[in-house]
C-alpha cells in the first residue's frame, strides 16, 4: 500500500478497539514468567553448551600472546573460539568495530575469545584460566582534550547536515539586546536495560538460527549474514520478547555473533549471555557532548538569532551524537547557525540511545532557553510560547503537519500550578526543603519507515498476524491486535500476534519511536487486503462492506468473516510504504515538561517531588501502555539528570563503574508520582493510523526541567550533567 496522500476517515477511526486503555496482552506471560527470552529457551534445541566472553583489558592495542592450554583442559570444556580459529569475518553495515578483536584491540572489552563448556559455571571457571599478554599503545579518551582536534564529518540520512546556516547569526547575535553564550555538558550514558544481551544459537547444516534479543530483526539478520560470510537466507534471528533494549539493542552485537562462532566450533547448540560488568564497555553507549549554546533576543522576547554547536566522539569510523537536531525545528528565529563535529576516541563503541541527538540536545537548549527568559524577565512557559512556530524555521514553505507545543505547554501549566511559582530563586520554603519548579519543552521527530505484515483468516474466525516487529516492553503486542481488531471488526481475544522473526515479513523495528505508528501501519495494509478478499469470497462490495462483531455486513445481509475461510485460510500480505509527505510537511511530537523539586537546605540533597509531562503525538494507539511509556521516558531523564555517568579512566580508556552498584539509575524511592497528559491529536499525514511515536519524547526536556526547578529552588545554576552535590553544594544560599 502506498501512502502518499493524507489519510482520510477509514475503519480505524471508529476506535472501539484501537485508541482504547487495554491491558497488555503479553502482561500475563510475563508476570508469570512464561515469557521466554532469549536465554531461557530451554525446548528449541537440546543439549546447549555455555559460552563464557573474554573482554580485552587494554583500550587500544595488540594482543602479544595468548595461552589457552590450561583453560582447554578444565573440566567440561568443549572449546575456545578466538580471532586465530573463528575463520575469516567480516564487519556489519550498522557495526563500527569488529565484534571479535584479535590480535588488534579497538576497545576495552572488546570480545577477544569465547570458551565453551558443558555448563555456565565450568566455562567461567576455565575462562579464568586464559592468560593473555597485550601490547598497548596509547590512545585518545578524554573529549575535553580531544574537541580541538575535532572534524566534521561525512553527512549521511541519519545525521542530516553537519552545519547549517540561515540568515546571518552572528550579525544578529551581535546586535541583540539580551544575549546568553553558554557551555553545557553531557557524560557518557549506559542502556544499563534488565535484560543482557543474550543469545542461543544453533546450526542445521548450512542454516543457523539464532534465539537473542534485538530490536531490529532485518538489520540483526542482513549483519549476521555479512559478518559470517554466509546467504542471508540461511539465517533465522528469533526474538519475540526483549528486556529492554533503549537503542542498545538495535544492531548486531557481541553475544549473537560468539553464540553462532561456538555452535560451530562445539557442533551443537550454545548459549552466550554477556556478563554485566562487559555490557558498558563491550556494547555500545550514548556519547558526551559538549555543547555551545548562543541565543539573541529582543526586549519583548522574541528570538533573533540562535546558534548550538556540539561535540561528541567515537570510534574511527563512528558517528556523531546529533545533538543539535531539535534545535533546527522547535523555536523560531530568523537568523540561525547548528554546527557538529566529532573526535576520534578509543573509548568504546557511541551509539543511539533512546532519543538519540534530542534528549542530550534538549539537555543543553531547554536550560539555555530558562536563563535567556530570565535575562528577559519573562516567564519561561510565555517565553518558549512567544517562539512558537507553525513551519520549518530553516525552511518556511514546510509547514509543521500538527504542532500543538503551545497547547502542550499551557494544558501543563495550568495543571501542574506553575502560577503559584515564585520566579524570584531560592525563595519557597517547606520547611528543611527549598522548592522549585522548572519546565522544558519536549520535542522529538516522527521517522516514517517500510513496514510489512502477514494476516491470516482461519475458518474459526481467528485472525493472526506475523510480523518481524519487536516488542521491547512497549506494547506492540498489544497494539498490533486493536489494529487489526478494529481492521477485521473481531474482538481483540480473536486476534493472535506473533512477532520477532526473521520468516515474517520485515517491519520497522523497534527504535526511534517509530516502530507504533509504522508497525500498525503495515499490518493496516494486510488487513486492507484480507477484507478485499474476504469480501470477494463472501460476494460483498469490498468498498461498502463493514467488518463488525465478528461479521461482514453491507446494506441488510450480514455474514460470519470466518464464513469465508470454510474452504481454508485465507492470507494476505502487504507493506506501507510512503511518498513525499514527510518531505513536504514536517513531522514532529511536541510536548511540555513540569517539574517539582526540594533541596535540602542543609545538606543539599536534591529530590523529585512531582512530574508531569504533556503530549502531543497524533492518535494515540492505547492511552494505558503509551502512558508507561512516558513515565519510563521520564524517570530516565530524571537519572539523566541527577546522577546518571559513566565515569571515564582518561589513562587506561574503559568505564569505570561497569555494573549497577556502579553506575546509578533511578529507583521507586528516587521517582514521585508521575502524571501523563496526551493531547487530543490526530496526524492524517503520518500514516492511516493518523499516529506518531511517543516513546521517546518522553524523555527529551526532563532533564533539562530537572534542572531548571534545581535553580529555581536554590538560584545556583549548574550546566554539568548530572546535576551532583559536587557542583553545587558550596554554592547553596546560606542557612536562614
Known amino acids: ?85 573463528a575463520g575469516l569475518l567480516g564487519k556489519g553495515d550498522h557495526n563500527t568495530v569488529r565484534l571479535l578483536g584479535g590480535p588488534d584491540v579497538q576497545h576495552y572489552h572488546q570480545a577477544v575469545a569465547l570458551v565453551i563448556a558443558e555448563s555456565f559455571e565450568q566455562a567461567r571457571a576455565a575462562a579464568g584460566l586464559v592468560k593473555i599478554d597485550y601490547a598497548a599503545e596509547p590512545g585518545v579518551f578524554d573529549l575535553t582534550a580531544a574537541k580541538g582536534s575535532a572534524i566534521a564529518p561525512e553527512p549521511n540520512e541519519l545525521t542530516g547536515p553537519v552545519d547549517t546556516r ?139 538569532a540562535i546558534g548550538h554547536e556540539s561535540w561528541s566522539g567515537d570510534q574511527p569510523g563512528g558517528g556523531l551524537e546529533t545533538a543539535v537536531s531539535q534545535t533546527r525545528l522547535l523555536y523560531a528565529g530568523a537568523n540561525r547557525m547548528t554546527a557538529m563535529r566529532l573526535a576520534e576516541l578509543h573509548l568504546p563503541e557511541g551509539n543511539a540511545m533512546r532519543a538519540p541527538g534530542e534528549a542530550p540536545g534538549m539537555m543543553a537548549l531547554e536550560i539555555a532557553m530558562d536563563e535567556v527568559a530570565e535575562k528577559l524577565e519573562i516567564d519561561p512557559v510565555e517565553f518558549r510560547i512567544i517562539n512558537d512556530t507553525s513551519v520549518d524555521p530553516e525552511n518556511p514553505e514546510r509547514p509543521f503537519s500538527a504542532r500543538a507545543l503551545a497547547e502542550c505547554l499551557r494544558q501543563g501549566a495550568e495543571r501542574f500550578g506553575w502560577n503559584r511559582r515564585d520566579p524570584r530563586p531560592g525563595r519557597t520554603r517547606d520547611g528543611r526543603w527549598l522548592i522549585g519548579m522548572g519546565v522544558a519543552a519536549a520535542f522529538r521527530n516522527n521517522l516514517l519507515i517500510t513496514s510489512g505484515a502477514r494476516v491470516r483468516l482461519d475458518g474459526t474466525g481467528q485472525v493472526t498476524v506475523e510480523t518481524d516487529m519487536t516488542d521491547i516492553g512497549t506494547g506492540s503486542y498489544t497494539i498490533i491486535a486493536q489494529t487489526a481488531a478494529e481492521m477485521m471488526g473481531v474482538p481483540v481475544e480473536r486476534v493472535t500476534v506473533r512477532l520477532g522473526d526473521s520468516d515474517f515479513p520485515v517491519s520497522a523495528g523497534s527504535g526511534g519511536q517509530f516502530g507504533a505508528n509504522n508497525s500498525t501501519a503495515g499490518v493496516y495494509a494486510a488487513c486492507v487486503k484480507l477484507r478485499e478478499e474476504i469480501a470477494r469470497r463472501l460476494g460483498f462490495n469490498s468498498e461498502a462492506a463493514e467488518f463488525e462483531n465478528g461479521e461482514v455486513r453491507s446494506g441488510n445481509r450480514a455474514m460470519p468473516i470466518a464464513a469465508a475461510a470454510a474452504e481454508g485460510d485465507i492470507v494476505a500480505e502487504d507493506k506501507i510504504e510512503y511518498g513525499d509527505l514527510s518531505e513536504r510537511y514536517q513531522q514532529s511530537t511536541f510536548g511540555g515538561h513540569f517539574v517539582e523539586v526540594g533541596v535540602d537546605i542543609a545538606t543539599g540533597e536534591a529530590r523529585i517531588r512531582r512530574m508531569l509531562a504533556v503530549c502531543a503525538a497524533g492518535r494515540i494507539l492505547n492511552p494505558k501502555s503509551a502512558r508507561s511509556q512516558v513515565i519510563g521516558a521520564m524517570t530516565m531523564g530524571a537519572g539523566a539528570a541527577l546522577m546518571e555517568e559513566l565515569a571515564v579512566d582518561t589513562r587506561r580508556g574503559f568505564f569505570v563503574n561497569h555494573d549497577l552498584a556502579g553506575y546509578e539509575v533511578p529507583v521507586h524511592a528516587d521517582i514521585p508520582h508521575q502524571d501523563v497528559i496526551f493531547v487530543d491529536e490526530t496526524d492524517p499525514m503520518s500514516s492511516p493510523m493518523k499516529a506518531k511515536g511517543v516513546g521517546e519524547l518522553g524523555i527529551c526536556g526532563v532533564a533539562a526541567a530537572v534542572a531548571n526547578a534545581v535553580y529555581n529552588a536554590t538560584g545556583v545554576r549548574v550546566r554539568d550533567y548530572p546535576i551532583t552535590l559536587d557542583k553545587y553544594l558550596d554554592r547553596l544560599p546560606d542557612v536562614a
Request: aromatic content about 6%.
Open 1 to 85: 500500500m502506498k501512502f502518499d496522500r493524507p489519510a482520510t476517515q477509514n475503519p480505524i477511526d471508529r476506535l472501539k478497539v484501537v485508541g482504547q486503555p487495554l491491558d497488555r496482552i503479553d502482561g500475563p506471560l510475563k508476570t508469570t514468567g512464561t515469557a521466554p527470552y532469549a536465554y531461557e529457551h530451554h525446548d528449541v534445541v537440546a543439549d546447549a553448551a555455555y559460552g563464557w566472553t573474554i573482554g580485552a583489558g587494554i583500550a587500544i592495542g595488540r594482543i602479544t600472546r595468548m595461552d589457552l592450554a590450561e583453560a582447554e583442559r578444565a573440566p567440561g570444556v568443549i572449546a575456545i573460539v578466538t580471532a586465530d580459529n
Open 166 to 304: 540561515i540568515g546571518d547569526f552572528a550579525a544578529a547575535f551581535a546586535e541583540a539586546p539580551v544575549t546568553l553564550d553558554a557551555t553545557y555538558t553531557t557524560p557518557d550514558h549506559s542502556h544499563a536495560m534488565m535484560e543482557p544481551h543474550a543469545t542461543l544459537a544453533a546450526w542445521e547444516g548450512d542454516r543457523l538460527t539464532v534465539w537473542t534479543s534485538n530490536q531490529m530483526i532485518a538489520w540483526a539478520t542482513a549483519d549476521l549474514a555479512k559478518t559470517l560470510g554466509i546467504a542471508p537466507e540461511n539465517v533465522r534471528v528469533v526474538s519475540p520478547f526483549i528486556g529492554g533494549g533503549f537503542g542498545g539493542k538495535l544492531f548486531l552485537r557481541a553475544d549473537v555473533l560468539l553464540a553462532a562462532l561456538g555452535a560451530r566450533a562445539a557442533r551443537r547448540p550454545v548459549k552466550v549471555a554477556l556478563q554485566r560488568p562487559l555490557i558498558a564497555n563491550n556494547t555500545t553507549h550514548r556519547p558526551a557532548t559538549i555543547q555551545r549554546i548562543r541565543i539573541g533576543a529582543r526586549r519583548d522576547g522574541t528570538i533573533t
